[in-house]
């Protein structure tokens, strides 16, 4: 599976002034539920292990519980 630019890499040019004024922001879509869970999960390594653990994991797993729904919901809309 191919991933957009690495997320990490982008937050890291973020001044730490700049990550504790403005919300992150995840726009990248994997296209297909195969995908979605193998990403998620790299994502929500990702964010966990640039903040220390808590505060993203917890905003990866929202994210990725919305996003799971809203394939779902679209899957049964078909």
Request: glycine share 6%; net charge positive; aromatic share 4%.
């Amino acid at each position: 599976m191919k991933k957009p630019a690495s997320l990490a890499r982008r937050l890291s040019r973020v001044s730490a002034e700049e990550k504790t004024a403005k919300p992150i922001e995840i726009t990248e879509i994997v296209k297909g539920a195969q995908c979605t869970a193998a990403y998620i999960a790299q994502l929500t390594g990702e964010l966990a292990t640039l903040a220390n653990g808590a505060r993203f994991a917890n905003l990866a797993f929202l994210l990725a519980r919305a996003q799971l729904e809203a394939e779902l919901s679209s899957c049964q809309g078909k």
